[in-house]
């Protein structure tokens, strides 16, 4: 069973950088063609999951096992 607690704190984190990523998107789309605007947008969304803390790097050696 998942606690309540942590499930807010987990859609938190990934609000918190999917906002960070949506203002980097539109920053660099004012100034730069749109497809480069997405790519550093992935970027800074990848960055701020493990800034964040909402994937933890065990999880990816456990995904990379579990892959294995």
Known sequence: QISHRY???TVS???VSAGV??????YVN????FITAILVGAVVYCVMI???KAVK????RNLKLEID
């Not at 004012?30 to 063609?33: G, I, L, T």
């Open 7 to 9: 499930l807010l704190k």
């Open 13 to 15: 984190q990934v609000m």
């Open 21 to 26: 990523m949506g203002l980097s998107v539109w």
């Open 30 to 33: 004012k100034s730069a063609h």
């Open 50 to 52: 493990f800034v964040t």
């Open 57 to 60: 790097s065990e999880d990816i």
